[in-house]
């Protein structure tokens, strides 16, 4: 089945700086991946999603980029907010309704 | 559009009980998937549910199930409750595409 690595783990920037967080996936049939921001005691929310015919997108400070080839995706935030501050999740999905996740990485923005 | 509801919020129950977890979806979607949440396994899968339909399963032992109603809410059960249970059972919804949006989810404590 799936697997999906997602690293660091925890990442610490000041106010406006950029956060990067990495994922790869083993299936090269995942078609489908989005990225969900969980804050404390709250449901897992769509931030952004891109699927395998798109290499980037963006919206407003998120992008995502995606390399089929090396089975990799990326989540960046520029000029980060005290807000943003949640733990983010990535996933993939074959198509079939059935998301594997990522571990999460827990992003601190200082203020 | 009202977006996904869970009931109950919050169980408590003791080994050895069943327990029954309801997700009412998106108007309009017909597909609920159903995830458990754990501090250390993370986001997991369990199953899907499209018209009725099991399509997709999780690798979760068979005291796990689950079921959809015509009117597309769905209900997961979980028999012979262990202290492993314990966690936060979120369910999400989607249309035709594969975004799935995510519920409040359900605690649940295993005692």
């Known amino acids: 089945g799936e697997n999906v690595e997602q690293h660091p783990s925890t990442l610490s920037v000041q106010e406006g700086d950029s956060a990067v967080i990495k994922c790869t996936y083993s299936d090269s049939a995942s078609n489908y991946f989005p990225w969900y921001k969980q804050e404390l005691g709250k449901r897992p929310q769509l931030i952004i999603d891109i699927r395998s015919n798109v290499g980037e997108k963006k919206d407003q400070r998120i992008a995502v980029t995606l390399n089929k080839t090396a089975k990799h995706f990326s989540l960046h935030i520029t000029e980060t907010q005290p807000e943003d501050s949640a733990v983010y999740f990535c996933?993939?999905?074959?198509?079939?309704?059935?998301?594997?996740f990522g571990s999460g990485t827990r992003l601190q923005v200082q203020p | 559009k009202a977006g996904v509801t869970q009931t109950p919020r919050y169980l408590i129950k003791t080994r050895g009980q069943q327990v029954t977890l309801s997700c009412s979806p998106i108007s309009g979607h017909r597909s609920v998937s159903w995830y458990q949440q754990t501090p250390g396994q993370g986001l997991q899968f369990l199953f899907e549910y499209f018209s009725e339909t099991q399509r997709n399963k999780g690798n979760f032992p068979g005291r796990f199930s689950g079921r959809q109603f015509s009117n597309s809410r769905s209900e997961m059960n979980v028999s012979t409750l262990e202290l492993g249970d314990s966690a936060l059972y979120l369910c999400a919804s989607s249309s035709e595409v594969d975004t799935q949006y995510f519920g409040p989810g359900t605690r649940l404590t295993v005692l």
């Open positions: 996933a993939a999905n074959t198509g079939r309704r059935a998301l594997t």
